[in-house]
T-cell receptor, first 114, second 116 residues
């Protein structure tokens, strides 16, 4: 199994550009989520999904959209990039959102918005 | 008050030392607790779950005090490879979607550096 994969690993955007961060998992996990990690802030939940067709907002959803058309994929869209969205983005998945709490993280995408 | 608070460190210790990390959480309804480990520029990985009775995994011991809303992690006989940031994580079990219900809440992490 590849686990959780994310692309791209690095990205530089100009203010106002849009892009999609890709996330895929091959473990048949129902629960998938997106976090951002900023220095001194810890990991913060952006959006999450408990299954195909079901998404919901986390702690910091503004400026981001998600969709979940399949169990495997959970892309994160930045609608109009802002410098405040410069961060490291992690995608994670697990068997069940209120289960063991063992979430499997992807390697992250380092995004810089200039 | 932040939901999950940790001492940011860094903790600089020699090899072989015993080091303890503490964490407090604010939501008394929290049901599940974990320690994750994050190496520099890598993704977080589950280190161990924390149970009410306390639990041990080799050199690592985790304790939970529900009355004080306090979680701890003890590392004995520190190794160079233990150098990392340790994240205290709380799961708010709940039936509703949205916000923090049913999702993991991460502390900011405590950085450990083990020196030769």
């Amino acid at each position: 199994n590849a686990g959780v994969t994310q692309t791209p690993k690095f990205q530089v955007l100009k203010t106002g550009q849009s892009m999609t961060l890709q996330c895929a998992q091959d473990m048949n996990h129902e629960y998938m989520s997106w976090y951002r990690q900023d220095p001194g802030m810890g990991l913060r939940l952006i959006h999450y999904s408990v299954g195909a067709g079901i998404t919901d907002q986390g702690e910091v959803p503004n400026g981001y959209n998600v969709s979940r058309s399949t169990t495997e994929d959970f892309p994160l869209r930045l609608l109009s990039a802002a410098p405040s969205q410069t961060s490291v983005y992690f995608c994670a998945s697990s068997y069940y959102r209120t289960g063991t709490g063992e979430q499997y993280f992807g390697p992250g995408t380092r995004l810089t918005v200039t | 008050r932040k939901e999950v608070e940790q001492d940011p460190g860094p903790f600089n210790v020699p090899e072989g030392a015993t080091v303890a990390f503490n964490c407090t959480y604010s939501n008394s309804a929290s049901q599940s607790f974990f320690w994750y480990r994050q190496d520099c520029r890598k993704e977080p990985k589950l280190l161990m779950s924390v149970y009410s009775s306390g639990n041990e995994d080799g050199r690592f011991t985790a304790q939970l005090n529900r009355a004080s809303q306090y979680i701890s992690l003890l590392i004995r006989d520190s190794k160079l490879s233990d150098s990392a940031t340790y994240l205290c994580v709380v799961l708010h079990n709940g039936g509703n979607y949205g916000g923090s219900q049913g999702n993991l809440i991460f502390g900011k992490g405590t950085k450990l550096s083990v020196k030769p």
